[in-house]
């Protein structure tokens, strides 16, 4: 948590980081193994489920940093993993706020949490199974 930060050699070494110790372990136990790498997912701030958040800036940079990192290296052991994004089944568009956290998913704000957040997790990681299903060999 404190330690994200908004530097790109931050997000890039975050990125590398997941390519060594959980791509690597997996592929290394068998090489068609799928990998899908699921992004960050919103963080509030205090009692505001408001986004864009002062964490959102470092959020989308690591996650973008990861996803370019999967999606850009033609090295053989990227052919089975795909990224895919876990910030939009977290929010919703309020007339009045603008969009934002839904608490009854993320109640602190940070943590997916109930049968709401339970139920976007879930939708994230079956779009990533549909998108490695389609995208992988």
């Not at 089975?80 to 934002?100: K, W």
Request: neutral net charge; contains cysteine; glycine residues 8%.
């Amino acid at each position: 948590g404190a330690g994200l930060s908004h530097s790109p050699r931050s997000a890039s070494l975050i990125a590398h980081t997941i390519h060594y110790t959980d791509i690597f372990f997996l592929q290394s136990q068998d090489p068609s193994t799928k990998v899908i790498v699921l992004g960050l997912t919103p963080r509030g701030e205090k009692s505001s489920f408001a986004q864009p958040s002062i964490w959102t800036g470092a959020l989308d940079l690591i996650n973008s940093s990861v996803k370019h990192r999967i999606e850009q290296n033609t090295d053989s052991k990227y052919a089975n993993v795909v990224f895919q994004p876990c910030t939009e089944p977290f929010l919703r568009v309020s007339d009045a706020r603008g969009r934002e956290i839904r608490e009854t998913a993320m109640p602190d704000g940070l943590h997916p949490q109930g049968p709401d957040g339970f139920e976007a997790m879930g939708k994230c990681l079956v779009d990533g199974v549909a998108k490695a299903e389609r995208v992988l060999p």
